[in-house]
């Protein structure tokens, strides 16, 4: 079995992930650049699929604020 789309993913998220570290990351209204690998392997291809998609969901719709009341 060959795992081909595993590097791609990898460097994604680690982009992702510098940019977190380093301040320069931005919410956004697409998805973020690995969701094409997501959407395309089953979950047992990929078995961290539902998390991939939650960080892309909250990349996206933002974080709520607790409120202080």
Same mark, same amino acid.
């Given at each position: 079995? =060959?795992?081909?789309?595993?590097?791609?993913?990898?460097?994604?998220? =680690?982009?992702?992930?510098?940019?977190?570290?380093?301040?320069?990351?931005?919410?956004?209204?697409?998805?973020?650049?690995?969701?094409?690998?997501?959407?395309? =392997?089953?979950?047992?291809?990929?078995?961290?699929?539902?998390?991939?998609?939650?960080?892309?969901?909250?990349?996206?719709?933002?974080?709520?604020?607790?409120?202080?009341?």
């Amino acid at each position: 079995m =060959r795992l081909v789309f595993f590097t791609p993913l990898m460097t994604m998220l =680690r982009d992702l992930q510098t940019s977190l570290r380093n301040g320069s990351y931005e919410f956004g209204t697409t998805d973020l650049p690995f969701m094409a690998i997501v959407r395309a =392997r089953s979950q047992l291809m990929l078995p961290f699929k539902t998390l991939l998609r939650q960080i892309n969901e909250t990349h996206r719709e933002g974080l709520q604020e607790a409120d202080d009341t």
